[in-house]
Nanobody, 115 residues
């Protein structure tokens, strides 16, 4: 069983920054991809950024150049540094981790960007 827990969300003004953290715990040998998704109000969940166990990253076009995903394999942690936040970034942000081909999700953390 794998548990993921996000933290670091909150209210920030447009142009500001936040760093989200995702802590993985439970019984597993290795987490392959760790991803950040978000679900804006009234919209579907969308992929924001992904990082492989080796550190390869990919980003949605909407966040390229502003967000940075990273991970610490020794601590089973993933992070999402969000700079130059825009009101359109307002959403619940979810961490996703893949273990043995199965996806696990955190509960989500709210990020609200005010104008």
């Amino acid at each position: 069983q794998v548990q993921l827990a996000e933290s670091g969300g909150g209210l920030v003004q447009a142009g500001g920054s936040l760093t989200l953290s995702c802590a993985a715990s439970g019984s597993f040998f290795r987490i392959s991809n760790m991803d950040w998704y978000r679900q804006p109000p009234g919209k579907q969940r969308e992929l924001v950024a992904t990082i492989s166990s080796g550190g390869s990253t990919n980003y949605a076009d909407s966040v390229k150049g502003r967000f940075t995903i990273s991970r610490d394999n020794a601590k089973n942690m993933a992070y999402l540094l969000m700079n130059s936040l825009q009101t359109e970034d307002t959403a619940v942000y979810y961490c996703n981790g893949r273990v043995m081909g199965r996806d696990y999700w955190g509960q989500g953390t709210q990020v609200t960007v005010s104008s």
